[in-house]
T-cell receptor
Framework: KNQVEQSPQSLIILEGKNCTLQ??????????LRWYKQDTGRGPVSLTI?????NTKSNGRYTATLDADTKQSSLHITASQLSDSASYIC????????????FGAGTRLAVHP | EAGVTQFPSHSVIEKGQTVTLRCDPI?????LYWYRRVMGKEIKFLLH????????ESGMPNNRFLAERTGGTYSTLKVQPAELEDSGVYFC???????????FGPGTRLTVL
């Protein structure tokens, strides 16, 4: 079954600290993996995208890694800011038919001053 | 350039009533997608339009849901009659080609009482 599992479900950190979010997937075949940020009341916004041949991608203070062999990805946030408070969603594109996005349930991050 | 817009932002209806959600994709985007997130769960695919044609509707839960995209521009998703389990946030997304990044709207929060 094509699934995306994320951990932790929620996380609280202090402003300025780093954190790492985890994503494990069983989607096969897959063409790419994205990390999205979703602010409350808004739609998801793409942060990074990696194909199966890439193992790291950065976007400012966000760095995503991908291990296609172990089917694991992580999102590392450096020097967190209050505006980083949001849900972070791991999304894998299933390429077994029509390209279809398979979503994880997300990690809800709260950054406190 | 305007992003994906959805209307209404919130809708509260009683069980058995009908509700119609609207999505306006980014201009020029042939691909339009509907997704849904029910409470505490991950976002799930409902269906995919290419212009006015349904490319993939494998995620539609049952025949109480009807999606249309007449003229290949905006799309509507009608739920008739609504049931309690239909409550959730309905997202629309659009992309130029099916392999391009999907841009999400802010969602419509539907509550069925």
């Amino acid at each position: 079954k094509n699934q995306v599992e994320q951990s932790p479900q929620s996380l609280i950190i202090l402003e300025g600290k780093n954190c790492t979010l985890q994503c494990n997937y069983t989607v096969s075949p897959f063409s790419n993996l994205r990390w999205y940020k979703q602010d409350t009341g808004r739609g998801p916004v793409s942060l990074t995208i990696m194909t199966f041949s890439e193992n790291t991608k950065s976007n400012g203070r966000y760095t995503a890694t991908l291990d296609a062999d172990t089917k694991q990805s992580s999102l590392h946030i450096t020097a967190s800011q209050l505006s980083d408070s949001a849900s972070y969603i791991c999304v894998v594109t299933f390429s077994g038919g029509y390209n279809k996005l398979i979503f994880g349930a997300g990690t809800r991050l709260a950054v406190h001053p | 350039e305007a992003g994906v817009t959805q209307f209404p932002s919130h809708s509260v209806i009683e069980k058995g009533q009908t509700v119609t959600l609207r999505c306006d994709p980014i201009s020029g985007h042939d691909n339009l997608y509907w997704y849904r997130r029910v409470m505490g769960k991950e976002i799930k695919f409902l269906l995919h339009f290419v212009k006015e044609s349904k490319q993939d509707e494998s995620g539609m839960p049952n025949n109480r849901f009807l999606a249309e995209r007449t003229g290949g521009t905006y799309s509507t998703l009608k739920v008739q009659p609504a049931e309690l389990e239909d409550s959730g946030v309905y997202f629309c997304a659009s992309s130029q080609a099916s392999y391009n990044e999907q841009f999400f709207g802010p969602g419509t929060r539907l509550t069925v009482l």
